[in-house]
């Protein structure tokens, strides 16, 4: 199917949609600017881009634990 065809398709399902909250939904996807103009890394405290930065730093030097041993380190503190 070209796309088209497939915008058609999805203008007559929206056509028969009866529910308002759905149809609130939909409108609002339609008007958020495409692609996003906001990127999450602008909307981010300086302090929480330098913690990612010192984490991603870390993994390129190799300073990395297992998932296992770090639930064995603070299982006291994990709820399943």
Request: aromatic share 8%.
């Amino acid at each position: 199917m070209n796309i088209s065809a497939e915008k058609l398709d999805i203008i007559q399902k929206i056509c028969e949609i009866q529910d308002n909250d759905f149809i609130d939904l939909i409108k609002n996807i339609v008007e958020t600017p495409y692609p996003s103009r906001t990127d999450w890394w602008n909307e981010i405290t300086p302090e929480e881009r330098e913690s990612i930065n010192r984490g991603l730093d870390d993994l390129d030097k190799g300073k990395v634990y297992p998932h296992d041993q770090i639930r064995k380190r603070y299982e006291k503190w994990l709820k399943d």
